[in-house]
């Protein structure tokens, strides 16, 4: 049990694991050949366990609404919304248009699921007026950096920034969308990096725990 | 100690057979330049060589030919070249005699060997004939054109194009693995030995609580790991969070939800959970639904999710893993909702959402930290030690390589720059 549960599958990973750190070493044809045959198969996992998915997604909601639990409501409209997208797919045989004529797929596609997605896109928005309006409750001294630089920002990219800046600090020879220009490009691009630097290091090692065995726990236990 | 010279000594023997092995081929001798003669109007010739194209996979060649003093603004160079016998010359590149040097080559010193007094010209040869198969025999000529028109044409060469078997040119990253690697061995077998001081992580150190918080008041923990699959670094390290955090769940007798965008995740994730629920020994509170398929789409993923934390009322919600600009959709929702939240990603231009609209954020690395952490197994903590080491090797690496780079430019040792600029350079 302990072979096929553990030692088969850790075999799989570094094999794996070595072979594709190997292939970035290696430009040799084979090599490419390699990696396009294992990006294949996992092409072809990923549309089987889809299936797995959409079983997992109507089992659930089929049994909310059996026990008509909290909202069983919505669950019906995981089944509506699925229906109204592939009874039309089947009917206009996967095509969106037919010759110059939209097909029932392309219809709910164009006005339901383009519109939807948004609707959803355009809540943004609202979201970042109120995440920001959150942010600029000065309670420290970082949060007050914050503000000034989102202030600068702001009133950068607005005609009437420029306007007040003139007016106010023009006396110093500096325009505030060249202050932008700066804030953007030193302090935020050097903060950045320094993320980008440690992601990079933490991958690297998090990578090595996995391909050497060190993390095991997606294998569960013994 | 012993270690240290290892790696030194390593380094150093990579670095001195880096021009052995970065020799071209036999029988490709070095182009001589040939005195021209100055302003000549008589056709001239060039010292033409083609070559396979080093450290790659085989679909371009090398040309070299030395620059001609004769040379003037006026001057300009057609390469043609051809996959048959006879005929079927195809025009591969055109270019003024100021262009394509030997220093333009974008290789680093230990590859390459180019300088200012010869062309040279990677030619590519799956742009011209599609899919350039190996082994073919290609015909390469040069024309020299003056004011547009062609005086002289080079004699006719030919070359294979084939796949190499070594990055030469990634030698450096290489050894910065080989050291990275050596470190990480050593860090394990350190931990096995002794303890290690790890520092406290506030995010992480509040799991607790918010767990806590979802007990006393009876209701679920949203455990949402994201839009990525299986491949990022990100969703395995969610997926590790994740075991420790419903562990918890079940050691607390509360209730997890997580639901998924890819099935691959979903089903590595129900193992986790189930896993998890047998180690806190509370196998009978496992359920099947815990782990549920959402969507594979990223607004209705949202859009679903953000529907659940608003009818359910969370006490907690951990966002783990590769989020894209859902990560606001759902964040702000779970903040409108009271929920106490947790959120880790290594997307950097999503971290200022996260910042703003939860209580903990996990940067970058201290998501992949974060299960180790949880954990507190010895052999896991010793990783993170090795991430503090590479990151110690990055900031001297950038402080040394500021200070010699700014010394060459003052002293116009360009020499000195170009070397540390290849030894730092990602190819």
């Known amino acids: 049990m302990k072979l096929i549960k553990k030692q088969i599958p850790f075999a799989i990973v570094f094999v794996f694991g070595m072979l594709t750190l190997v292939s970035y070493y290696v430009p040799h044809p084979r090599s490419v050949a390699f990696l396009d045959t294992v990006s294949q198969w996992e092409n072809i996992v990923s549309s089987f366990a889809f299936l797995l998915g959409l079983f997992s997604l109507f089992y659930t909601h089929y049994a909310k609404i059996k026990r008509k639990g909290d909202g069983w409501g919505y669950s019906l409209f995981v089944f509506v919304g699925f229906l109204a997208v592939v009874v039309p797919a089947v009917i206009s045989h996967g095509r969106q248009m037919s010759g110059a004529d939209m097909t029932p797929l392309g219809w709910s596609f164009r006005y339901i699921y383009n519109t939807l997605l948004a609707t959803m896109f355009a809540v943004l928005a609202f979201y970042i007026v109120s995440t920001a309006y959150r942010s600029f409750r000065i309670k420290s001294m970082q949060a007050m950096v914050l503000f000034v630089a989102a202030l600068i920002l702001i009133l950068g990219r607005v005609p009437i920034g420029e306007i007040l800046w003139s007016k106010v600090l023009g006396w110093t020879g500096h325009s505030l969308s060249g202050l932008m220009n700066w804030i953007v490009d030193v302090p935020s691009v050097a903060g950045k990096r320094g993320i980008m630097i440690g992601i990079a290091v933490g991958a690297v090692v998090t990578s090595l725990k996995i391909v050497f065995g060190i993390e095991r726990q997606y294998l569960g236990k013994d | ?427």
């Open chain 2, 1 to 427: 100690m012993k270690n240290n010279r290892l790696v030194c000594a390593l380094f150093a023997f990579l670095l001195a057979a880096a021009p052995v092995l970065a020799a071209r081929p036999a029988g490709h001798a070095k182009p001589v330049s040939k005195p021209a003669a100055k302003a000549s109007p008589a056709p001239r010739t060039v010292g033409l060589t083609a070559e396979d194209m080093p450290y790659d996979v085989g679909g371009a060649l090398l040309l070299r030919w030395p620059v001609n003093p004769a040379d003037d603004s006026g001057t300009s160079y057609r390469v043609y070249v051809s996959s048959r016998g006879k005929g079927g010359w195809l025009q591969g590149a055109e270019f003024p005699a100021s262009a394509n040097k030997g220093t333009d080559i974008d290789l680093p010193f230990w590859a390459w060997d180019g300088s200012a007094s010869e062309h040279a010209l990677r030619l590519d040869l799956n742009g011209l004939f599609g899919d350039a198969s190996p082994g073919t025999v290609y015909r390469v000529k040069v024309s020299v054109l003056q004011n547009g028109t062609e005086v002289s044409e080079s004699e006719v060469k030919t070359a294979r194009a084939y796949g190499n078997w070594f990055r030469l040119d990634r030698l450096n990253n290489l050894v910065m693995l080989i050291i990275i690697v050596i470190v990480f061995f050593v860090a394990v077998s350190h931990a096995k030995r002794k303890g290690l001081f790890i520092r406290r992580i506030a995010g992480l150190d509040a799991i607790d609580e918010a767990i806590g918080r979802a007990t006393e008041m009876g209701k679920p923990i949203y455990y949402v790991p994201g839009i990525g699959d299986m491949t990022l670094v990100s969703t395995i390290a969610s997926t590790f969070i994740l075991g420790e955090v419903s562990k918890k769940v079940a050691q607390y007798d509360s209730f997890i939800k997580v639901p998924h965008y890819d099935p691959i995740v979903m089903t590595v994730c129900k193992e986790v959970v189930k896993q998890s629920y047998l180690e806190a020994g509370r196998p009978d509170s496992y359920r099947d639904d815990i782990n549920q398929f959402i969507s594979q789409d990223q607004f209705s993923y949202a859009a679903s999710i953000d529907g659940m934390i608003t009818r359910e009322k969370p006490a907690a919600c951990f966002f783990m893993g590769y989020f894209m600009a859902e990560s606001l959709l759902l964040s702000e929702v779970g903040a409108a909702s009271g929920a106490i939240q947790i959120a880790g990603t290594d997307i950097e231009y999503q971290l200022p959402f996260f910042f703003t609209s939860c209580d903990y954020t996990l940067i970058g690395e201290e998501l992949y930290a974060a299960g180790a952490y949880l954990s507190k197994e010895p052999m896991l903590l010793s990783a993170l030690k090795v991430q503090d080491f590479g990151k110690l090797v990055v900031m001297l690496g950038v402080s040394i390589g500021l200070a010699l780079v700014l010394l060459g430019q003052w002293q116009h040792w360009h020499s000195l720059v170009n070397f540390v600029t290849d030894i730092f350079k990602a190819n």
